[in-house]
């Protein structure tokens, strides 16, 4: 069975910083790229960053270009999202998604994780 | 970069056909997908490239292009459906990836 479990949200100050994990089981982790994608309270869906299988492709949203960092281990079938230099408008929850071999959409997407920016 | 626009809400009535609009101009070059998320869930893909429905979705969800707009048609609409729905859509390299704003369908 396809799973993928974000962890690491939390509450942080404005400035601050924050690392998100995503675990994956169930698939060939390293055959996927893999991307995060966000939804503010009450909000729309809002794509972050995309990384592909060996990290030679890695795109950002200009609403995070230069804080935030993606990354992922094929070793440890993991994902993770570095967010510096956060603001109010960063609150969100967090959803880690798989997306479709050979394809440029989110085929299977996590529960979330929620990351609060307060002061 | 890209934009797609939803209308903020469709009404429908049960057993009736709820269609959703996604306009932008990442179409037809590119392809459409939607999601459906319901309340406090994750999204769920009901369409992808335009109108291909994935294993296990109802046939109930269809989709269709026109120019730049993009359709998904819900048929014998139920309370069940009543959702968020998403467009999106990504440019040939991966690039730039967009969601249209959603729309909130109710079925009363």
């Known amino acids: 069975e396809v799973q993928v479990a974000e962890s690491g949200g939390g509450l942080v100050k404005p400035g601050g910083s924050l690392r998100l994990s995503c675990a994956a089981s169930?698939?060939?982790?390293?055959?996927?790229?893999m991307n995060w994608v966000r939804q503010a309270p009450g909000k729309g869906l809002e794509w972050v960053s995309s990384?592909?299988?060996?990290?030679?492709?890695?795109y950002y949203a200009d609403s995070v270009k230069g804080r935030f960092t993606i990354s992922r281990d094929n070793a440890k079938n993991s994902l993770y999202l570095q967010m510096s230099s956060l603001r109010f408008e960063d609150t969100a929850t967090y959803y880690c998604?798989?997306?479709?071999?050979?394809?440029?959409?989110?085929?299977?997407w996590g529960k979330g994780t929620t990351v609060t920016v307060s002061s | 970069s890209y934009e797609l626009t939803q209308p903020p809400s469709v009404s429908v009535s049960p057993g009736q056909t709820a269609r959703i609009t996604c306009s932008g101009d990442?179409?037809?070059?590119?392809?459409a997908y939607w999601y459906q998320q319901k309340s406090g869930q994750a999204p769920v893909l009901v369409i992808y490239?335009?109108?291909k429905r994935p294993s296990g979705i109802s046939n109930r969800f269809s989709g269709s292009t026109s120019g730049t707009m993009a359709t998904l048609a819900l048929s014998g609409a139920q309370v069940e459906d009543e959702a968020d729905y998403y467009c999106?859509?990504?440019?040939?390299?991966?690039?730039?990836?967009?969601f249209g704003g959603g729309t909130r369908l109710t079925v009363l």
């Open positions: 490239e335009d109108f």
């Open positions: 990442a179409f037809p070059k590119n392809y």
């Open positions: 169930g698939f060939i982790f390293s055959a996927h790229s």
């Open positions: 998604a798989r997306e479709a071999y050979g394809y440029y959409y989110m085929d299977f």
């Open positions: 990384i592909s299988t060996t990290d030679t492709y890695i």
């Open positions: 999106y859509s990504a440019d040939r390299r991966g690039e730039y990836r967009v």
